[in-house]
């Protein structure tokens, strides 16, 4: 069954540091990775997506994560964190290519707080 | 292009009441898909619906159900309410919900059933 594991449910860094967010999925196929962010009151707002190729992919602010399929992680870094990027962070697994399943399974989020 | 909007925003309902919530998604998207979030459970998929027909759907009962309009538009449904209904409602549309397809995220109804 597919599912989704971010271990880490709190992390709190200061302001410049570097950030990692790790996540685990299991799937029976390569699937598609995602890593969403969600800030209080808000939907949820795409940050990278890995389909397939260069297993380092560059997201919107800044972000990107290295997909390895031997740990089957998809984990998320930044090298410099901003007090706006204080969030919850979703990891998410899509269906391989070519499904009509496009539904997501989520991890249950990592909480970031962001000292200044 | 606007984004997905959904309405109403905040809703408050008592048990045994039923509510509707709409989702409008992006221009040119035809697949809607609909998740709950509660703190307990986190993101949960409801149901997707492409070209008006319900295409796939999660595991929970029938008091929740949806539809979706020629426009795209979709509606849920949740009959008989339960304290444990209370949660995010997020929507999601993508161009034709084939996996890898992005979904792109409306901000969410917040009900509250008391």
């Known amino acids: 069954a597919q599912s989704v594991t971010q271990p880490d449910i709190h992390i709190t860094v200061s302001e410049g540091a570097s950030l990692e967010l790790r996540c685990n999925y299991s799937?029976?196929?390569?699937?598609?990775l995602f890593w969403y962010v969600q800030s209080p009151g808000q939907g949820l707002q795409l940050l990278l997506k890995?389909?397939?190729?260069?297993?380092l992919v560059q997201g919107i602010k800044g972000f990107e994560a290295e997909f390895k399929r031997s740990q089957s992680s998809f984990n998320l870094r930044k090298p410099s964190v901003h007090w706006s990027d204080a969030a919850e962070y979703f990891c998410?697994?899509?269906?391989?290519?070519?499904?009509?399943?496009?539904?997501?399974?989520f991890g249950r989020g990592t909480q970031l707080t962001v000292w200044p | 292009k606007a984004g997905v909007t959904q309405t109403p925003r905040y809703l408050i309902k008592t048990r045994g009441q039923q509510v509707t919530l709409s989702c409008s998604p992006i221009?040119?998207?035809?697949?809607v898909s609909w998740y709950q979030q509660t703190p307990g459970q986190g993101l949960q998929f409801l149901f997707e619906?492409?070209?008006?027909?319900?295409?796939n759907k999660g595991n929970f009962p029938g008091r929740f159900s949806g539809r979706q309009f020629s426009n795209s538009r979709s509606e849920m449904n949740v009959s008989t309410l339960e304290l444990g209904d209370s949660a995010l409602y997020l929507c999601?549309?993508?161009?034709?919900?084939?996996?890898?397809?992005?979904?792109?995220f409306g901000p969410g109804t917040r009900l509250t059933v008391l």
């Open positions: 890995y389909f397939s190729g260069d297993t």
């Open positions: 221009s040119g998207h035809r697949s």
């Open positions: 799937y029976g196929a390569t699937p598609y």
């Open positions: 998410a697994v899509g269906a391989r290519r070519g499904s009509t399943l496009g539904r997501l399974y």
């Open positions: 619906y492409f070209s008006e027909t319900q295409r």
């Open positions: 999601a549309s993508t161009l034709d919900g084939t996996a890898g397809d992005t979904q792109y």
